[in-house]
């Protein structure tokens, strides 16, 4: 059958990217061979692993199973290049990390140059989404998830706590007013998540003595989006101290019904996958946010 570790390497960045010129531009390649190569391998192994439409690509059924299968030999190449990489006591190699857009703009991306400066031979691939992702099937090292681990095939190493806080701008106090309890809070324009309604549960008891779980009058999918609208005196929020610190310490959010709020600290974690053995890459990257992290106040 004589399968390549390039139409495994091909088939793979197709299915993470979405599409096949995004693989042939990740993968520096033109958009034909890493076509050629896709069709090389279903015509190897005589099946059909991608149903190639005008808009998307979705894997079938065997594609599914083949695709398991060519991540851990990928993974398994990866591990042996670091390996002959470790006997010249050099941590390098390609590093991919994952977390939500705020906790990556807010926190990961100003410890970037220190670390790189650290391990210049250290290839960063920092992606983000605002939602639970599989490490494996995004080919992902290190994940960082705020809130309690469900998952019980992933490590996790705790890197800290976060707690969350009402906030509104001044601008929009001065215009609306400040709501003195959770009632009167419920009058105001309130900015929320449409994609995870469990986002908007606030730290504060209703009426009934219940948390309040608000129905925004703004809502957006991102965290970063709901700060900015804050920012600019759009309404009042309920955001993570991680990404509203320095805001708050600017005093351009102002926290509001603190009296009354439910501080709970969310637990941040960075996790990885269990079964894999971990390279000297991540490791490295792990105890440089463990350091780093517990130098900052996330809370």
Not at 100 to 111: C, D, E, K, N, S
């Amino acid at each position: 059958m004589n399968v390549t570790f390039e139409e495994l390497l091909a088939f793979s960045t197709v299915v993470n990217t979405g599409s096949i010129t995004h693989a042939a531009e990740q993968l520096q390649q033109t958009t034909s061979g890493v076509s050629r190569a896709l069709t090389r391998l279903e015509k190897k192994l005589n099946t059909t692993l991608l149903r190639r439409t005008t808009r998307r690509l979705e894997l079938t059924a065997e594609g599914q199973l083949f695709l398991s299968h060519a991540l851990r030999i990928i993974a398994s190449v990866e591990e042996a290049e670091e390996a002959i990489i470790l006997q010249r006591k050099e941590v390098a190699g390609l590093l991919r990390v994952n977390a939500a857009t705020p906790f990556m703009q807010h926190v990961i991306i100003p410890l970037i140059g220190r670390f790189r400066a650290a391990y210049p031979l250290i290839q960063l691939e920092l992606n983000t989404d605002d939602h639970i992702i599989d490490l494996i099937e995004k080919r992902t090292d290190v994940a960082i998830r705020i809130g309690s681990l469900k998952d019980s095939s992933l490590h996790a190493r705790y890197l800290g706590s976060s707690q969350t806080k009402i906030l509104a701008s001044p601008a929009y106090l001065n215009k609306h007013g400040t709501p003195s309890n959770a009632v009167q809070l419920q009058e105001h324009t309130l900015i929320g998540f449409h994609a995870t309604s469990g986002l908007n549960t606030w730290p504060i008891l209703n009426d009934k003595g219940e948390i309040l779980h608000i129905t925004p009058t703004i809502s957006s999918s991102n965290g970063e989006m709901i700060r900015q609208l804050a920012l600019q005196g759009e309404g009042i929020v309920a955001l993570s101290n991680f990404m509203t610190r320095h805001d708050q310490l600017s005093q351009q959010l102002i926290p509001i019904l603190a009296h009354d709020t439910i501080y709970r600290d969310k637990p941040v974690n960075a996790v990885y996958y269990k079964n894999r053995q971990l390279a000297s890459r991540i490791s490295c990257f792990l105890d440089f946010l463990s350091k780093e992290i517990n130098m900052q106040q996330l809370l």
